[in-house]
């Protein structure tokens, strides 16, 4: 019993915290951007699944849910769906989403995964993981919610209920200001 109660603990604790996965080649020294909610998100590029590069700083103006996740990971996954119904439910506001994945098998991992679930959000590859150390990212799924300044307002740790209507009420304001 002692040892359920453990098991039990432990499975908890990584399911509240995401999944992490060793980040190589982590930056030292003065690369370190310390990323926290009230200060300018770092700019970045990257391609997204057709090959098309995208610039953080191109989406000024717009409410921007930066999502780093992967597809091997359970909670990740598990988040997915509720923000394909937030990006629906989003259209045609400024607001744009970004799911970064880490994902080492790159396109062909990602694109495989949507096609399985039937995903359609807009996805970048981040696969030798530069922009989650830019970031600070701990693990996955971890989220920044980027005002149209450019200024974080929010980060989430682990999985949430993207299409929860409070979730939405919140994004659609800051889409309005």
């Known amino acids: 019993m002692r040892n ?10 990584v ?4 999944c992490s996965k060793e980040q190589k080649g982590a930056p030292t020294g003065k690369s370190v951007v310390k990323v926290r909610e009230g200060s300018p998100a770092p700019d970045f590029t990257l391609r997204d699944l057709d090959g098309q590069e995208v610039r953080l700083s191109s989406l000024q103006g717009k409410v921007v849910l930066l999502n780093f996740w992967a597809t091997w990971c359970p909670p990740c ?4 769906p509720s923000m394909v119904k937030l990006n629906r439910a989003m ?4 607001f744009q989403m970004l799911a970064v994945s880490i994902d080492e098998g790159g396109r062909e991992a990602v694109a495989g995964y949507f096609k399985e679930s039937g ?5 970048l590859l981040d696969t030798d993981r530069s922009v989650g150390r830019l970031y600070g990212i701990t693990g996955v799924p971890e989220t920044f919610v980027i005002d149209g300044k450019g200024v974080i307002l929010k980060k989430v740790i682990g999985p949430m209920d993207w299409s929860d209507p409070e979730v939405i009420r919140y994004l659609d304001g800051l889409t309005t200001h």
């Open 4 to 13: 359920f109660i453990l098991w039990s603990m432990v499975c908890v604790m």
């Open 91 to 94: 259209a045609g506001k400024p």
């Open 15 to 18: 399911a509240c915290a995401g």
């Open 119 to 123: 995903s359609t959000l807009p996805a």
């Open 77 to 80: 996954r598990e988040e997915v």
